[in-house]
Every structure is written in structure tokens, then in C-alpha cells.
């Protein structure tokens, strides 16, 4: 299977999904697609938003994830419990096509059929008149970086209506520069340090060839994933990480995963603190796209995430990694 270009991609994509002139980016339409046979909610929002249950509760063998729960209560000063609401909003483009995504494919290629234009602000009107709204607003997608000022506009639009109940998430493939190419240096001072955001940034892999083999992007830009990630985090922004551990059978899983964690310790030491591995779940969209390899491949993260628990126990002390994942120093 021939690889993405990524960066002729993401500049196709980005040409279609927002329109700076009004402020607008393209959210999906998530009425009748195999997404929304999964949501235990309905859609809201004229269709385009979705309620997502936050849980930190995880497979047997694999670590709680305590994202966005503890950040978001903290930041927003109330008790953080095993569960919070959030909206979702998903701007309608990615540039990876990773095979155990849980938003049908149609929904990432920016088909204006499947999709509808809204100024950011509007998104945020329609989320603070909904009733009994949750207080995270989670920018979803697609990449929501390929629309970098999404969260500018957001924060702002919500500084404005002094809305200082909500917090804000995003989610960020680390795929690309456009943070630096495409947001005035305000916005990256007003999203590096806002109180209420926090980002995770997902590490597709834990080695070239599986980042490969998850996203179909090529496999030097797994190299990419780090740099992006280390340059975000010089900005001083709230920021967590995840890793898939899904890939391609083959020998020393674990030792790869050790290479892995080394690579995030170069960062910065307590890095694997602030990285939740996600255990990769067959939901609707996915059941389809399952071939013997991908099947073998969860299979794979199991060895994976043992090795990843090892190597967590052997480097950081029981209290380091007991602290709460907002407490980690980075
Ligand atoms: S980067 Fe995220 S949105 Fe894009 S295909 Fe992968 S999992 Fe889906």
C-alpha cells in the first residue's frame, strides 16, 4: 500500500476544512454514520456535536487513563471522579488513515457532504445552550491541527463570553508544523497558557514500522512525532501524551518498547508519566477494516503493554507513579 504523502495531504486538507475569513472550519455531520451506532448518547448540536463519557477505569494489564479527568478537574476546581462528560465536536479532515480509528473514514477526507461550515464561535454558542452541558469542550476530529486556530478561536470566543467553567481538550496526531505555520504568535501565547486547555499529542507506535503500519503515513515521520512533540512542550502548553501499541508481529516487542520509552525520557525523564498507552478496542467503524494482520496486531499490544508496565515499574519509584498525571513535572 503506497504511503501518504503527508504534507501534500494536510495542505489539501486544510484548504477545505476551514475558511479564515469568517473564522469557520468544517464539522462533521454525525447523523446515520457507524460512529453514531457507538455513542451511548444521542447527537446534539443540530447533529454535529456528541456527548463522550470520560472513564479512567482500562482493561486488566492495561494502566488507568486518568485523561482529560484530572487535568480538567483541576483546572476547572472540582473533585475529579471516575468519569466526566465532555462535547465533542470533529472538524471533518485527518491526514492518517490509522485502521483502528473510530470515526468512519468519510468523515476525514473534508466531504462537505457529510460535513457543514460553522464560524468557531457558533460551535461555542450552540455547546453553552445546551442543557445540563458537561464543563470539558473536547476539539475532536479528524487532526484538529490541521485547523491549528480552532482552539485560539475557542478560547477566545469563550474568554469573551467569560465562560471560566469550561475547559478545553484537543487532540493532536503530531503530524506537522502548522501550530508554528499558520497561528499568529498572540494565539500561540493565548493557547501555550491558558488555564483552562490542555492538549494530547498521540504517539501512533512505538517504532517506525509500526507507526507505518497504524497510520499509513511514512515511516520517518515517526521520528517527526518526538520533535513535534518537544516543541510543544518548550511552548509551556498543558500537554499529555498517548501511545497506540499496535503493529506488525515480530521479534523483541519488548525491547522496542524500552527504545520507546527511552526516546520520551530524552524529552524529558518523567515523559512516560504523562503517557497513557490506549488500548486499542474494535468499535463499529473499525470491525470492517479488520484484515489477519490487524487482528494479529492486537494481539501485539498485549505483549506491548507488558513491557511497557515493566519498564514503568523498573524506572520510576511506586510514589512517582502513583502522583497524578496533571502533578508530573515535565
Ligand atoms: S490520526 Fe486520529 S483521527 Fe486521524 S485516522 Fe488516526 S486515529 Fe483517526
Known amino acids: 500500500m503506497t504511503a501518504i504523502d503527508t504534507d501534500a495531504y494536510s495542505a489539501q486538507l486544510r484548504a477545505k476544512a476551514v475558511d479564515l475569513s469568517v473564522q ?3 464539522i462533521s455531520d454525525l447523523r446515520g454514520t457507524a460512529q ?20 479512567s477505569a482500562a482493561s486488566p494489564g492495561w494502566p488507568p487513563n486518568p485523561l482529560p479527568i484530572l ?27 490509522c485502521w483502528y480509528c473510530y470515526v468512519p473514514f468519510s468523515l476525514l477526507s473534508g466531504n462537505e457532504k457529510k460535513a457543514q461550515w460553522f464560524a468557531a464561535a457558533e460551535l461555542v454558542d450552540r455547546y453553552l445552550a445546551e442543557p445540563e452541558r458537561p464543563g470539558i469542550l473536547d476539539l475532536s476530529g479528524g487532526q484538529p ?56 499529542c498521540c504517539f501512533k507506535g512505538f517504532d517506525a514500522e509500526s507507526f507505518a503500519f497504524n497510520t499509513r503515513a511514512a ?12 516543541r510543544l512542550l518548550a511552548t509551556g502548553m498543558d500537554l499529555y501524551a ?23 525520557q530524552r524529552i524529558s525523564d ?23 494482520a490487524r487482528r494479529q496486531a492486537l ?23 502513583q502522583r497524578p498525571i496533571d502533578e508530573i513535572t515535565l
Open 24 to 26: 469557520a472550519l468544517l
Open 36 to 55: 453514531e451506532n457507538d455513542l451511548s448518547e444521542p447527537v446534539n448540536c443540530g447533529g454535529y456535536g456528541r456527548i463522550r463519557h470520560f472513564s
Open 299 to 321: 494481539d501485539v499490544q498485549n505483549q506491548a503493554i507488558e513491557a511497557w508496565n515493566t519498564e514503568v515499574e523498573a524506572r520510576f519509584t511506586p510514589a512517582d507513579r
Open 71 to 97: 487535568p480538567a478537574a483541576a483546572a476547572l476546581g472540582i473533585p475529579p471522579g471516575d468519569q466526566m462528560r465532555a462535547q465533542v465536536f470533529q472538524n471533518a479532515v485527518c491526514n492518517w488513515r
Open 219 to 230: 515511516p520517518e515521520l515517526f521520528d517527526r512525532q518526538f520533535e513535534l512533540f518537544a
Open 270 to 292: 518523567a515523559l512516560p508519566l504523562r503517557t497513557v498507552p490506549l488500548e486499542i478496542e474494535v468499535w463499529g467503524p473499525v470491525a470492517p477494516r479488520l484484515t489477519a
Open 145 to 200: 491541527d490541521l485547523v491549528p486556530e480552532w482552539v485560539a478561536w475557542t478560547l477566545q470566543a469563550l474568554d469573551e463570553r467569560r465562560a471560566g467553567d469550561v475547559y478545553v481538550w484537543s487532540d493532536d496526531n503530531l503530524s506537522g508544523p502548522y501550530f508554528w505555520s499558520h497561528l499568529t504568535e498572540t494565539q500561540r501565547e493565548l493557547i501555550a497558557t491558558h488555564p483552562r486547555y490542555g492538549r494530547v
Open 242 to 264: 498517548y501511545v497506540t501499541l499496535t503493529g506488525p508481529v515480530g521479534e523483541r516487542i519488548g525491547e522496542k518498547v524500552a527504545r520507546f520509552i527511552d526516546r520520551l
